[in-house]
């Protein structure tokens, strides 16, 4: 197939909020510096659902979702040398070449290099789509698209990981776990004794609770609206649940009441910008940090007194939580195969890329963390 179009299966998202359709899609060779990978298991993450729901305003379509994966190098373009056919690999929608300006800082993960393709749905050398129907392009996504049975991606986007680590789990470090774990690791930098707040009991909510628990903090107090989380929440390391629902307070005072002025540490794991002030203004004066994870929808704007940050609290953000991800997602799965980080957990359901719209729906449902699809 090297040099060849392949015409394959793949979930295509014509618009905002219709059912994907199962299409037959040609994909084109990989160019210079692209590489071509079989993807053969595709998790849903919450922010694939959030561009479906025309929230995103980089979403384009029609496009091919999907940016939590793992699979095989099928082919890989001139100068590519990195990896070579045969190779597994996990797609890295924060990419990372190690050259650019930011790769170079020592200060972030975020790798400058093909970003201003991969937000508008091309690859960087000549701004097309690799993915058509019948010579109609249908753009890509994250600069992954990993609803498809081969995607085409940049070098630079790519990690290639240990060929012993289970493809059906480890597509889970391509994105939720690891922006969890990273978020207390390296965003925030949790340390032993620490009291932590985390909103949202999703998957990246829960890989919070796992970084909180290994970096020692002594409370864990997750909070969701779905009481129903409570239980698995507690296998994560949640020492504490509260519901908002339940409480006449806002939340923010609740938890403050709770832990004798504020928390250590908060984690936004939702993308709800009311909630994203709660958890900024619930962590204690002098010095309580509160790191946003979730995305929030197009035309939303975080807002709090200034005076919460004059009196000492800290507002950050992570993508990808912080982690450099050509050089630490294999350092991730090998954390996996030493059974240091949990995966398996996080897996609710599995079915095939033919049941995405089923995946979709379970993810509305309190029962779902990730939903594995067989390509
Ligand atoms: P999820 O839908 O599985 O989890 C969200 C949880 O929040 C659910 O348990 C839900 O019951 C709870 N919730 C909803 N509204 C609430 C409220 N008002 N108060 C308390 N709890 C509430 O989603 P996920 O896949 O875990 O992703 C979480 C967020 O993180 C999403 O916004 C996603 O887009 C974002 N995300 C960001 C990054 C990043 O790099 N920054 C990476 C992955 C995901
Ligand atoms: N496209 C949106 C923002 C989406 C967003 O913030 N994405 C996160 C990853 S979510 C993974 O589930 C991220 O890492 N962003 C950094 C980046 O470079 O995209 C918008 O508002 O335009
Ligand atoms: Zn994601
Ligand atoms: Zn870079």
């Keep these: 197939t090297q040099g060849q179009v392949i015409t394959c299966k793949a979930a295509v998202a014509w618009e905002p909020n219709k059912p994907l ?3 037959d899609v040609q994909v084109a060779p990989p160019q210079a510096g692209e590489v071509r990978v079989k993807i053969l298991y595709t998790a849903l993450c919450h ?3 959030y561009t479906w729901g ?3 305003p980089e979403g384009l379509f029609p496009c091919i979702l999907g940016h939590e994966a793992a699979g095989i190098v099928e082919s890989v373009g001139e100068g590519v040398t990195d990896v070579q056919a045969g190779d597994h690999v996990i797609p890295c929608y924060q990419a990372e070449c190690g050259e650019c300006k930011f790769c170079k800082s020592g200060k972030t993960n975020l790798c400058g290099k093909v970003r201003a393709a991969t937000g508008v749905g091309v ?17 890509h996504f994250m600069g992954t698209s990993t609803f498809s049975q081969y995607t085409v991606v940049h070098d630079v986007s790519v990690a290639k990981i240990d060929p012993k680590a289970p493809l059906e789990k480890v597509c889970l470090l391509g994105c939720g776990v690891p922006t969890g774990l990273g978020a207390v690791w390296n965003t925030a930098k949790v340390e032993a004794g620490s009291i932590v707040a985390i909103f949202g009991l999703g998957t990246v909510g829960l890989a919070v609770a796992e970084g909180a628990k290994t970096a020692g903090a002594s409370r864990i107090i997750g909070i969701d609206i779905d009481s129903k989380k409570f239980d698995t929440a507690k296998n994560f390391g949640v020492t504490e649940f509260v ?3 339940d409480h006449e ?10 832990t004798d002025g504020g928390v250590d540490y908060s984690f936004e794991c939702i993308g709800n910008v009311s909630v994203m002030r709660a958890a900024l203004e619930c962590c204690h004066k002098g010095w309580g940090t509160s790191v946003i994870v979730g995305v929030a929808a197009s035309g939303q704007e ?3 007194r200034p005076f919460q940050l004059v009196t000492g609290r800290v507002w950050k953000g992570t993508a990808f939580g912080g982690f450099k991800s050509r050089s630490q997602v294999p350092w991730l799965v090998e954390k996996y195969l030493k059974k240091e980080i949990k995966v ?11 049941e995405i719209n089923k995946a979709f729906d379970l993810m509305h449902e309190g029962g779902c963390l990730r939903c594995v699809l067989s390509t």
């Design 47 to 49: 922010t694939d659902a």
């Design 243 to 245: 519901n908002p629902k």
């Design 123 to 139: 690859m960087m050398s000549d701004r097309q789509s690799r993915f058509s129907i019948n010579g109609k392009p249908i753009y």
């Design 21 to 23: 359709v199962i299409e």
């Design 249 to 258: 307070k806002p939340i923010q005072q609740v938890i403050v009441d709770l």
């Design 54 to 56: 025309g929230k995103d």
């Design 344 to 354: 398996d957990e996080y897996i609710t359901h599995t079915l095939t890329l033919g």
């Design 302 to 304: 975080i807002s709090t």
